[in-house]
């Protein structure tokens, strides 16, 4: 996640540093400490925080734990790591729901926090596993609170309860008690409350929030909290702590670019767990809150727990068995390729995919020059094919190949990159459906010679066609290209090794002609 992105790299730089050594010191370990601290305090944890997780990581790691490991260094990121979940609440605590419905979950927190956008995410994550929620606009202060909330509802498909315009006007405690009525009677059984904030914390702003919780006897206070206000994250949450109480934390905005230490306070310093972390602007960027799969993250080991959840909420089991038969009898064609890249799609951002995978804090650069819109002209090149010739690519002659690319809005040479990486794909993935070891286009087999397939690549390179005919030769130049060239882009589309001008030139004429 962005947000803990600098906490994350002066980490897994201390750790690089240290997994060089065979053996650690005491001042090894002492040092190591210190930069943890400094990189901490840089991210904005609150001191209090520092102090203790650093004292109990320098305890655990001068102790007999380290000293008998055979890996002394993996040793002490399993200690810092123990201790991150720590910090970050220990176990995750789910929400807690009412044993008579309606359950009533009202939302607190400052002005800007994300509160309402939290409010929509909410419901229709809890409409996904079978509930009937019911949004509840008690924000009768901020301007066009009202319509924004019936914005997100409408958003998220959510029945919202809003009998007063807002604009100053209304009685939020009335709207909230008489809000839990109507779920009552509508059997709704879920009551989300959305309530007013304010830009910094005053009596009046605790004073209706403490009301509104004394009308509504809430089973959960969730207190929304704005991961990229720094300091200020801690001092807010105390007062609220305070003044209102609340059962939980919704960590917002985890997708920002600031230090966002002080998010990692909160749980600590206030004792209450956090529940949900708000990833991006998207009704979907929403997620369960996993201390262990957070610290992970922040220590670039991955989360491949939550990246599985994710997939099989996109992927159907039956079509992925239907797949994997496919690929056995070699009958996997562009349309089920389609298919796969759909339902893909539903997982949300490939970046933030491929960014909880372990180690990919080495490659942000790559992640951050790859480019999403890759799949939509991939989707686009595929969906201006006929079904005959998605399934049966052999049939793309050129003037069919020109057509598909008018058709597009790319050039031939897309339309021929991507032809060939997906007969490329279709190969490697039938070998593996198989059992047998994969053939990487540029790498040689996994496992094999080292050097072996660059030296094949250069002598491809070097020999490149000989065909008389002009149209040919550019066409299998373009392929030698391609098949060399660096995978770096999404889907083949944008090659680094491409054929000369001259050659595009003069295939693009001949295709004309066909």
């Not at 031939?412 to 032809?419: A, I």
């Not at 391609?482 to 003069?506: R, V, W």
């Amino acid at each position: 996640m962005a947000t803990f992105g600098t906490l994350s790299d002066r980490l897994t730089e201390t750790f690089r540093n240290l997994r060089k050594k065979g053996q650690l010191t005491p001042a090894d370990v002492d040092g190591t400490v210190r930069e943890i601290r400094r990189a901490l305090l840089d991210a904005d944890v609150a001191l209090p925080v520092v102090k203790e997780f650093t004292a109990a990581v320098r305890e655990r790691a001068l102790g007999d734990e380290v000293n008998r490991a055979l890996n002394p260094a993996q040793q002490v990121v399993q200690i810092v790591n123990d201790e991150l979940i720590g910090i970050l609440g220990g176990q995750q605590r789910r929400l807690q729901f009412a044993k008579n419905p309606p359950t009533v979950i009202m939302l607190a927190g400052l002005q800007g926090s994300g509160k309402t956008t939290f409010a929509g995410k909410l419901a229709k994550m809890l409409e996904k596993d079978g509930h009937t929620p019911l949004l509840v606009a008690c924000d009768l202060q901020r301007p066009n609170a009202v319509n924004q909330l019936q914005v997100v509802a409408e958003r998220a498909g959510a029945t919202i309860y809003a009998p007063e315009p807002g604009n100053g006007v209304g009685d939020p405690v009335k709207v909230a008690r008489d809000g839990v009525a109507y779920a009552t009677r509508q059997q709704h059984d879920i009551v989300i409350i959305d309530t007013a904030g304010r830009l910094g914390v005053d009596t009046e702003l605790m004073k209706q929030a403490a009301d509104i919780r004394t009308a509504t006897q809430p089973d959960e206070v969730l207190f929304v909290i704005d991961a990229m206000i720094g300091q200020d994250a801690v001092n807010t949450a105390k007062a609220f702590q305070d003044g209102v109480d609340f059962t939980g934390v919704v960590l917002s905005k985890l997708d920002g670019d600031a230090r966002g230490g002080a998010a990692l306070s909160v749980a600590s310093v206030t004792g209450r767990p956090i529940i949900f972390a708000s990833t991006g602007e998207g009704l979907d960027d929403v997620e369960p809150f996993h201390p262990d799969r957070m610290a992970s993250r922040i220590l670039d080991l991955g989360d491949i727990l939550t990246l599985i959840e994710q997939a099989q909420q996109a992927f159907d089991e039956a079509e992925a068995m239907k797949v994997a038969e496919k690929l056995a009898t070699e009958t996997f064609t562009l349309e089920d390729f389609l298919e796969q890249m759909q339902q893909m799609k539903k997982m949300g951002s490939m970046k933030k995919m491929l960014g909880m995978l372990p180690g990919m804090g080495n490659m942000k650069q790559q992640l951050e020059d790859f480019d999403e819109r890759e799949i939509d002209r991939t989707e686009a090149i595929i969906r201006s094919m006929t079904l005959a010739e998605r399934r049966n690519p052999k049939i793309l002659n050129g003037s069919r190949r020109l057509r598909i690319a008018r058709g597009s809005g790319m050039t031939v040479t897309d339309v021929n990159q991507l032809v060939q990486r997906f007969d490329q794909a279709a190969k490697m993935m039938k070998t593996v459906a198989r059992g047998g070891v994969p053939n990487i286009p540029g790498m040689g087999p996994v496992g094999g010679k080292p050097g072996a397939s660059s030296k094949r690549g250069k002598q491809q390179k070097a020999k490149g066609s000989r065909s008389g005919n002009p149209a040919k030769r550019a066409a299998e130049n373009a392929g030698i290209a391609a098949s060399t060239a660096p995978t770096g882009s999404g889907f083949g589309l944008g090659g680094q090794n491409a054929p000369s001008e001259a050659d595009l030139a003069e295939l693009q004429k001949m295709l004309g002609r066909g």
